[in-house]
T-cell receptor
Framework: GQQVMQIPQYQHVQEGEDFTTYCNSSTTLSNIQWYKQRPGGHPVFLIQLVKSGEVKKQKRLTFQFGEAKKNSSLHITATQTTDVGTYFCAGTTSGTYKYIFGTGTRLKVLA | DAGITQSPRHKVTETGTPVTLRCHQTENHRYMYWYRQDPGHGLRLIHYSYGVKDTDKGEVSDGYSVSRSKTEDFLLTLESATSSQTSVYFC?????????????FGPGTRLTVL
């Protein structure tokens, strides 16, 4: 079945450093979503990417969708303590409304 | 936050007992999902619904059943709870607007099976 792998599993950074998490799917995706979950909270939608090679930015966050639509990345520039949490990607294939989530990357930012 | 609630928020039960978790939405969204979250596994889809009385299985559906008799309610039932079903359960809703179908998550239910 479809699998979505996410690396790294954990990342500790000093405040101000950059952070990147990578998402890789075993199958071609029709779109991919990114979510953030704060400790003790629920996942909150960040963005959706649909087009091959698409790049979207939200302030310090940059999201990319690979040319083959099988991988994606989230890059945070100059991390802040408010960036702490677990970041998940979630992909779906054509003709279905099922999303398969990656295992998540837990980000810890040291002040 | 979207109008989505889950009940109960916490539950402790014993192995072999039936358990029903409820997800209630006030957004009139068509799609509803049940996920479980466990350390090292992220979020795994249990069942989802694409309309009233229309449901389908997800990745980890064994031991779970669902029902959706009204747009606003999606019930998840563990017929005979096992310790492996100890987890945090999240309900999510979404509505398809062109190609945009953001999922809104409920606050979660922490279930412990002793």
């Amino acid at each position: 079945g479809q699998q979505v792998m996410q690396i790294p599993q954990y990342q500790h950074v000093q405040e101000g450093e950059d952070f990147t998490t990578y998402c890789n799917s075993s199958t071609t995706l029709s779109n991919i979503q990114w979510y953030k979950q704060r400790p003790g909270g629920h996942p909150v939608f960040l963005i959706q990417l649909v087009k091959s090679g698409e790049v979207k930015k939200q302030k310090r966050l940059t999201f990319q969708f690979g040319e083959a639509k099988k991988n994606s990345s989230l890059h945070i520039t100059a991390t802040q303590t408010t960036d702490v949490g677990t970041y998940f990607c979630a992909g779906t294939t054509s003709g279905t409304y099922k999303y398969i989530f990656g295992t998540g990357t837990r980000l810890k930012v040291l002040a | 936050d979207a109008g989505i609630t889950q009940s109960p928020r916490h539950k402790v039960t014993e192995t072999g007992t039936p358990v029903t978790l409820r997800c209630h939405q006030t957004e009139n969204h068509r799609y509803m999902y049940w996920y479980r979250q466990d350390p090292g596994h992220g979020l795994r889809l249990i069942h989802y619904s694409y309309g009233v009385k229309d449901t389908d299985k997800g990745e980890v559906s064994d031991g779970y059943s669902v029902s959706r008799s009204k747009t606003e309610d999606f019930l998840l039932t563990l017929e005979s709870a096992t310790s492996s079903q100890t987890s945090v359960y999240f309900c999510a809703i979404s509505e398809r607007l062109s190609s945009y179908n953001e999922q809104f998550f409920g606050p979660g239910t922490r279930l412990t099976v002793l």
